[in-house]
């Protein structure tokens, strides 16, 4: 007989907490490169599109580390994938729209409920999977970076910046909670 079990996430939790991070940066992929097609297609924002794909060249990494731990572990990404793509690039896409402010205030409101999100988990891992803690530690230190970089860009300065950092947090944890099961 062995001895105890280390306490930790039962393996369905597990699952769920990986599902729902790549889910995650599935969607801040997809927010970035909305915001992108706005300011990439106007030269006179190409500082604000140059900084947005530095932005997104990490959520692409933490995404890629998301796809191997998936197979690793065997665990199904979220079947919202399509809807994650086409909402994330919707919301990069309208923010831009609305300007440079709005699309800092979403990478501000986003990245505020993940790195939230991210303490919660490295929490709850890091007695039983500490090499994932780990990693999910480094990613939240990078969505605390874009989330910086995003209100010394002026992201409190958006038009109905309360309101409209409210709906994104409350989108964020809807997204959540749907991606850990769907």
Request: negative net charge; glycine residues 8%.
């Amino acid at each position: 007989m062995s001895g105890p079990q280390k306490p930790g996430p039962r393996a369905p939790r597990l699952a769920e907490m990986l599902r729902v991070d790549h889910a995650g940066e599935y969607g801040a992929v997809a927010i970035y490169r909305g915001q992108r097609a706005v300011f990439g297609a106007l030269s006179h924002k190409a500082e604000t599109a140059q900084a947005i794909e530095e932005m997104e060249a990490g959520e692409i990494e933490h995404l890629e580390t998301f796809d191997r731990l998936l197979a690793e572990r065997k665990v199904r990404p979220t079947l919202l994938a399509p809807f994650w793509n086409a909402a994330g690039f919707g919301l990069g896409a309208a923010t831009a729209l609305m300007g440079e402010k709005a699309a800092m205030a979403c990478t501000a409101a986003v990245e505020d409920v993940i790195e939230k999100h991210y303490a919660s988990q490295a929490e709850a891992l890091k007695e039983s999977e500490p090499a994932l803690a780990a990693t999910i530690e480094k990613f939240r230190a990078d969505e605390i970076g874009h989330k910086t970089a995003a209100e010394e860009a002026g992201a409190a300065d958006a038009p109905g910046y309360s309101l409209l950092s409210a709906a994104i947090k409350a989108g964020c944890r809807v997204a959540i909670k749907v991606a850990e099961k769907i």
